[in-house]
Structure formats: structure tokens, C-alpha cells
């Protein structure tokens, strides 16, 4: 499918959907903002046409916009030059010969408006406004073209990446069942450091060709229950995970303090952390709740004075169907599961009480 | 609408190394000095306004990949929060605006979130 059969009045079929290409996708998804020439040439409208026959010889352009007290005025083309060179009057001010009437595109809209414009009308150029009108930049078919190819080759990239780095670890090496198991000690009290384990994982996740999605979860959880251990263990504690090919596993452990109550813990807002704690931004009670909402399965176990020990659970491949989570609390424990799809189908409420997802 | 024109609009002072801001398009914002709740409220690629300047705000801005972080009120991040956003690629931009102030000028400017 060819750009210049984009236009507005055209509805795509499902058909012709399949077939739209990336530079189609992607002439959608880029702003004029990101591909327009920022430092543009402009006339000033007190110049005459004999400055502007220079100035376009010397920099080597066929048109400019003419801006007077920072915003536009019209614009001059190369056939506007010729039409004051065959008169012969070249003394003349540029807003004699100017278009005054001139078509602009906004800085927000999409690449693909400026291709429809460039092909219904033929121009070479548009100048390229914000949204109190000032111009802002320019835009030729020829950003279009770069930008547009910045940003395949961006794409190509980081597929190319992402492919060679999925592709080996898991692939290469064979057993019935290889993982890979990355290990953290957390300091307690060790602020400086808060956020390093869970940095490590998610990059380490996006190098095993982890979607950035899933990366980004997995980092969160992670940075959670580090922050935990920083905040409020004696003496910190461990951070393990386990990543398979499908999923990943993870193990956060510490000897104390212990929670009392994990239900209590799991309530977003619900906090222990200290004055100090909170004024650096942390004990906002959403640490554990944020971890749930992260992970697809999380088991929270405690006992006061002997420490706690959360898991949690994070599938690298989406299930085909969406399970519904079932959540279990008795005492010093806190669970949140997916029941296997055939229990699910016996009946969606287990032994131990559901609570809705 | 571009980091560049955010930055230069507000007035913003760059503490981290420059970069490209003209290619970088904030998706949206997220104000909150509570590290947990932006973590669970601020969009991917957006721009967080806080008065926090501690070393954490930089792990929050490299998980969630966010644009910058607009730290308000002069509040000022030592070197070491200020070297460890350049090692994790975070921007960190700073004024002596309240985060009401930036907030609103952000909306103002046409700043939402999608």
C-alpha cells in the first residue's frame, strides 16, 4: 500500500489493515514536532526580493516563511522569485510577492496529516505552528523522509537487540528445565541503594526478551519489596529470582521484624513507617498493594519476630484466556492465586472464601 | 509537544547531562511526593513533578522510564542522586516553582494525559 493512497476520505478495510506496513503505522504514530527542521530560515517582510534571491542562492533553499514580529505573515516559494525576476523587479518588498494565504500544520498532529497535505496540494513545504499559532518550525517532504526512517531504524534496533538477546540463553542451552537465578543482599537502612536489585532485574528481564511491559511490572514489585527491606528490616535481607523461559519467580526473605497482621498490611494506605521514613516520600501504604496489582500471584507469610518471606509470581508469556485470581488470608499469611482452569470450572469460589478481583 | 519546549517555557534548569530533548514527547504527568503512589499513578515516558530530591526519586524515574522529573521548590539533589540519574539515563530538571505552579503550567501548556 502506497502513503499517497492514504487519504482522509478512505476507510481502511480489515483486510487492507493486515497489509499496512510499519512506515504507515508509524507516519501515524510520529508528531510533526519530532520530524520538523526546528532551525528554519525565515525572511523578515521588510526585506525586498533581491535579499531573498541571495539568501536562497547562498543557503541553498527554494522557499521560506515570512515572519513578522514572530509570527507568520505568508511565505515565498521559488516560483514567486521567478515571477519578480521575469517582471524585473527585484526592488520590491517580499510582501509584494508573498503567498499570503498559506496552509500550516500543527506541531501535535500526526505525520500523516502532512502527507495528506503534501500530496492533495502539491506543496513543498508548511510551516509548522504551536497551539497559540506561533511558528515553530518547517516541514518538508524530506523531514517526513528522515524522520521516518530515525525512527525504523530506532525500531530495527531494538528488535534486532531484543531477538539476539531472546534468542540464545534459553534457546542454547538445553535441560529439561533451565532457569536462571540472580541473587541480591539488601542492606538494611541502606537508602543510597534502594532500587539497584530491582534496576538489575528488569534490565536483566528486557536482555531475555521480557516485553518492556512485563519488565517494567516485574521492576516495580521488585523495587517495592526492596524499599521494604531497606525501611523497616533490622537487618535486611534477600532477594531471589528465578527466571524461566515462561516465568519468573520471585523470593524476598528477612528475619524480622515480622507483620502482624498481613491483612492489615495489604490495605492500601495502611503504614508503620516512621516520621523520618515519610518525609523522605515512602510509608504511603501502598507498597504491598502495588506489588499485587504488579505480580500474578503473590503469597505474603510472617511471623513477629521471626521475619517474612514473600513470593511472588510473574508469567513472561500472557495465558491465552484471562484467569481469575482468588485471594486467601488466614493467619500470618496473605494469598493471592490463580486456581488451575479445571477447579475453576468446578466453581469459582474455594474453600477459603473469595474475594472479587 | 517536546521536552525542549516544556523545559525552555518553564524555565527549567537541566541538572542531569543533556540530551536529545527535541525527540523526547512526554506521554503525561503525575504530581506526588509519596514514592509508591507514583509508582502506582505516574504514565510511562511521563514527566513527575515532586519536592522530593533524594537518590530514590532517580530508581522510581528509571523504572517507570520516565521522561524527567521536575523537582519544585529549589529543592536541590546532591551529586550522588545527580550522577546516579546520568548512569541510569533519568533526567532530572529543577525550579524554584511550587509543584502547584509547574502543574498548572504544564496544563496549561496542553500537558495532559491520553
Not at chain 1, 517582510?45 to 542562492?57: G, H, I, K, Y
Not at chain 1, 482452569?341 to 469459582?348: F, H, L, N, V, W
Not at chain 2, 513527575?48 to 530530591?53: E, I, P, R, S
Request: charged share 25%.
Amino acid at each position: 500500500m502506497e502513503l499517497s493512497s492514504l487519504r482522509a476520505e478512505h476507510v481502511i478495510t480489515d483486510k487492507e489493515a493486515k497489509t499496512i506496513g510499519r512506515i504507515e503505522e508509524l507516519s501515524y504514530e510520529l508528531r510533526i514536532g519530532e520530524v520538523m527542521t526546528r532551525n528554519f530560515i525565515s525572511v523578515a517582510q521588510d526585506m525586498r526580493m533581491e535579499q531573498v534571491l541571495d539568501l536562497f542562492r547562498e543557503k541553498r533553499i527554494s522557499g521560506a516563511p515570512v515572519v513578522a514580529e514572530g509570527s507568520l505573515a505568508g511565505i515565498l516559494s521559488i516560483e514567486d522569485l521567478i515571477r519578480c525576476l521575469r517582471a524585473g523587479d527585484t526592488q520590491a518588498l517580499v510582501t509584494k510577492y508573498m503567498a499570503r494565504q498559506v496552509v500550516t500544520i500543527r506541531a501535535g498532529d500526526t505525520v500523516i496529516e502532512a502527507l495528506k497535505l503534501f500530496t492533495q496540494k502539491q506543496y513543498g513545504r508548511l510551516p509548522v505552528v504551536d497551539e497559540s499559532g506561533k511558528l515553530v518550525g518547517i516541514l518538508t517532504k524530506g523531514d517526513v523522509t528522515r524522520g521516518v526512517l530515525r525512527a525504523l531504524e530506532s525500531d530495527y534496533q531494538m528488535e534486532e537487540i531484543r531477538r539476539y538477546r531472546a534468542s540464545h540463553l534459553f534457546e542454547d542451552i538445553v535441560s529439561e528445565r533451565s532457569s536462571l537465578i540472580l541473587r541480591y543482599t539488601i542492606a538494611p537502612r541502606d537508602f543510597a541503594c534502594g532500587g539497584q536489585a530491582s534496576s538489575s532485574i528488569k534490565k536483566a528481564l528486557l536482555r531475555l526478551g521480557a516485553t518492556p511491559q512485563i519488565a517494567r511490572r516485574c521492576g516495580i514489585a521488585v523495587y517495592e519489596a526492596e524499599m521494604n527491606l531497606i525501611l523497616h528490616t533490622p537487618n535486611g535481607g534477600t532477594i531471589t529470582a528465578e527466571i524461566e523461559p515462561h516465568l519468573i519467580n520471585i523470593k524476598v526473605e528477612d528475619d524480622g521484624p515480622g507483620i502482624e497482621d498481613p491483612s492489615l498490611a495489604m490495605k492500601p494506605g495502611y503504614s508503620t513507617a516512621s516520621e523520618q521514613v515519610r518525609e523522605l516520600g515512602f510509608g504511603a501504604g501502598m507498597g504491598l498493594p502495588n506489588i499485587e496489582r504488579c505480580v500474578d500471584e503473590m503469597s505474603l507469610e510472617s511471623a513477629v519476630g521471626v521475619g517474612t518471606t514473600l513470593t511472588m509470581k510473574i508469567d513472561l508469556q500472557p495465558p491465552a484466556i484471562e484467569l481469575r485470581h482468588r485471594y486467601a488470608v488466614s493467619l500470618g499469611r496473605w494469598e493471592k492465586t490463580r486456581p488451575a482452569i479445571a477447579s475453576r470450572q468446578a466453581g469459582e469460589s474455594g474453600p477459603e472464601g473469595e474475594v472479587a478481583t | 509537544m517536546t521536552l525542549v519546549e516544556i523545559i525552555e517555557k518553564l524555565g527549567l534548569e537541566l541538572l542531569t547531562d543533556p540530551k536529545d530533548f527535541s525527540q523526547v514527547v512526554p506521554s503525561g504527568g503525575y504530581a506526588s511526593d509519596l514514592l509508591s503512589c507514583v509508582m502506582t499513578g505516574a504514565p510511562h515516558q511521563g514527566v513527575w513533578v515532586t519536592l522530593q530530591a533524594h537518590g530514590n526519586i532517580v530508581a522510581v524515574g528509571a523504572l517507570l522510564e520516565l521522561s524527567a522529573i521536575i523537582i519544585t521548590g529549589g529543592a536541590a539533589p546532591d551529586q550522588e542522586t545527580i550522577d546516579k540519574a546520568n548512569h541510569e539515563g533519568v533526567t532530572l530538571l529543577s525550579t524554584g516553582m511550587t509543584t502547584y505552579e509547574v502543574v498548572g503550567r504544564l496544563w496549561e501548556l496542553g500537558l495532559r494525559n491520553s
